[in-house]
């Protein structure tokens, strides 16, 4: 296949060699990126009079005509190409002729290549974006209406204090909300022009760079010519940002599954979001959950290997950068239909708020309550601990739920203990005491929810 450089080469290269090269299977992704970036590009050359008007005219009617082609799938790539970035300028030289040869002035791939990578990852980055967006929109409205819904609050994931179902979900919204301020700011960085550093030294045409940023909406131009076609920063931070929410999802993803089993019961997930056995007809599965927990180790694999991709890599541009991209768009289309998945999981399951409920009677969860009685009484709370510990012991022994103590058994650990010692051992009144800022009682959760449904812009009542 002919080359953009075969001029200095006197032999063809060997076919191993271009298969272990090209990167074509991966990058072609980029193929309506590149074309945005290069009639930009042309458009800039005719503005500053490297091409006549004539020509970057051809070369941009071409660009166009060839975006309509291979969207409509009447053109397609040469599987044989070394990358997108050759297939585009050939294709175009077949459709304009030698016009196109002029398109590739005070350009290198290696900025070409940037450039593309950045445009085609902020939309990804809004894309990303905008299904957490969705995310968060059902989870603060389901919270909305379980403010009352009681569920064990667990530490060591042993009973520890009753919550809401929508407190629990709440805590959700604000893993996601952080995912979504962490991707806003990789985006400004993502957001900034290599185009212009050809090579790596920059070009001796006068070119305007700002007008082309402009045109493909990037905030500004990478001051570095060096820096710029090497630089892989960006990717790396997406990929850290995309972790943390696998690692958010994989979260939710793991209570689910423990949620939905019979030992729990709190949750049924619907059968279109579940799968079956092949042997035991019983089966009902949540493959789904479990494949958005196992897929936040590629991620992470992702991750990893770009970091290890650039570690001491010398500047500028090296082909190892060719990388980068397999590990982005992996990266990039787990979190996007992992946050659907889990979208559309959440969406249809049943919540079993009986079961919830029942979970937390005699449970216990209500001890720190009655401390916390003996402490407004005037004890300290170390000692109250230590009082109400052997009251739960007692209780053990019994077998009674503390809620069920009468208060004549209450006061032969303490006389401070009084008739309304017992009002404060309902769950419900648990819950609803803990009115602290952030707290589990239904006002402190509807403030909370206020403030969520403002950072989501009010647009989801
Ligand atoms: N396919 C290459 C990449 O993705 C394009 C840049 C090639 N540049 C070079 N000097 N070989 O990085």
């Known amino acids: 296949m002919d080359k953009l450089w075969g001029g200095r080469f006197e032999k063809q290269t060997d ?122 929109k059902w989870l603060v409205d389901t919270a909305q209406s379980h403010l009352h819904t009681l569920l064990p609050g667990c530490t060591h994931l042993q009973h520890a204090q009753p919550v809401s179902l929508a407190h629990h979900l709440m805590a959700y919204f604000w893993m996601l909300q952080r995912d979504r301020e962490r991707l806003a700011g990789c985006r400004k960085r993502v957001n900034q022009l290599p185009l212009g550093s050809a090579a790596l030294a920059g070009t001796s045409f006068a ?22 076609v090497s630089d892989r920063d960006f990717v790396v931070e997406f990929l850290c940002c995309a972790a943390l929410v696998m690692m958010h999802l994989s979260r939710l993803a793991e209570e689910l599954i423990l949620w939905s089993t019979p030992e729990f019961g709190f949750v049924e997930l619907d059968d279109s979001v579940t799968t079956g056995s092949s042997i035991m ?69 049943q919540f079993r708020v009986e079961r919830m409920r029942q979970a937390v009677q005699g449970d216990f969860s209500n001890a720190t ?23 739960v012991l007692y209780c053990l022994r019994q077998g009674v739920a503390l809620e069920r103590l009468s208060v004549e058994e209450l ?9 309304d010692a017992l009002q404060v051992l309902q769950p419900e009144a648990v819950m609803g005491a803990r009115r602290s800022r952030g707290g589990a009682a239904p006002e402190a959760v509807s403030q909370q929810i206020a403030i969520a449904r403002e950072l989501l812009g009010g647009d989801t009542h």
């Not at 051809?58 to 297939?87: C, N, P, W, Y």
């Not at 459709?95 to 040869?101: K, N, P, Q, T, V």
């Not at 070119?207 to 710029?228: I, P, T, Y």
Request: contains cysteine.
């Open 15 to 136: 076919e191993a060699v271009e298969a272990f090269t090209t990167s074509l299977s991966v990058d072609a992704r980029l193929w309506e990126v590149d074309i945005r970036g290069s009639i930009a590009h042309a458009r800039m050359l005719g503005k500053i009079g490297v091409l006549t008007p004539e020509e970057a005219d051809s070369i941009i009617t071409g660009l166009q005509s060839l975006r309509e082609d291979i969207a409509s799938g009447k053109v397609a790539f040469d599987s044989q190409a070394e990358d997108i970035h050759s297939e585009i300028e050939r294709l175009l030289t077949e459709r304009i002729g030698a016009a196109a040869g002029r398109l590739h002035t005070a350009r290198s791939r290696n900025d070409q290549v940037a450039t593309d990578t950045r445009l085609y990852l902020r939309e990804g980055i809004d894309a990303l974006c905008e299904r957490i967006q969705q995310l968060q």
């Open 207 to 228: 070119l305007d760079r700002e007008m082309v940023a402009q045109e493909l909406g990037f905030e500004g131009v990478c001051e570095n010519s060096m820096d710029a």
């Open 281 to 349: 007809p019983q089966k009902k599965n949540p493959d789904v959950a479990e494949l958005i927990r196992g897929r936040m180790g590629r991620v992470v694999a992702d991750l990893t290997g770009a970091l290890v991709m650039l570690k001491a890599l010398p500047l500028s541009y090296n082909r190892d950068l060719q990388e980068d991209k397999g590990f982005l768009f992996d990266a990039l289309d787990t979190a996007l239909s992992s946050v659907a998945m889990a979208h559309l999981m959440l969406s249809r399951a």
């Open 411 to 419: 006061r032969q650990f303490s006389h401070l203990f009084e008739s």
């Open 369 to 391: 309550d009655l401390a916390d009685y003996l402490v407004r009484k005037g004890m300290p709370f170390r000692q109250a601990h230590e009082v109400v510990g052997r009251v």
